[in-house]
């Protein structure tokens, strides 16, 4: 069964740094995308990045471009997102998730795309 455990998460003033980790399980097959949303209070839900399997192609939200880094490693099928220079408005809950996909994709995919999620990790940037 597909599982994905996120972790990472904590308080951080702004300004700081933050690595999440999302650790995948149970999915096998090549071609999928593994996506980081986050959710703050009173806010939908929002795509933060994503990375595309097997190419590693990566796309970003506007607001985190040059900020944030996804990357995978593929040994611990383990997806990380690197955030720098932290905001206060960064603060959310930070989720994985995955599809799979045969489609060719050139963005970032929608919350509705994805079938397997993990619980979230809170990311709180405060002074």
């Not at 308080?11 to 959710?39: A, E, K």
Request: proline letters at 4%; hydrophobic letters at 35%.
């Amino acid at each position: 069964q597909v599982q994905l455990v996120e972790s990472g998460g904590g308080l951080v003033q702004p300004g700081g740094s933050l690595r999440l980790s999302c650790v995948v399980s149970g999915f096998t097959l090549d071609y999928y995308v593994i996506g980081w949303f986050r959710q703050a209070p009173g806010k939908e839900r929002e795509g933060v990045a994503c990375i595309v399997s097997p190419e590693g192609s990566t796309f970003y939200q506007d607001s985190v471009k040059g900020r944030f880094t996804i990357s995978r490693e593929n040994a611990k099928n383990t997806v990380h997102l690197q955030m720098n220079g932290l905001k206060p408005e960064d603060t959310a809950v930070y989720s994985c998730a995955v599809t799979r996909t045969m489609m060719q994709v050139g963005s970032l995919l929608p919350a509705s795309a994805y079938d397997y999620w993990g619980q979230g990790t809170q990311v709180t940037v405060s002074s």
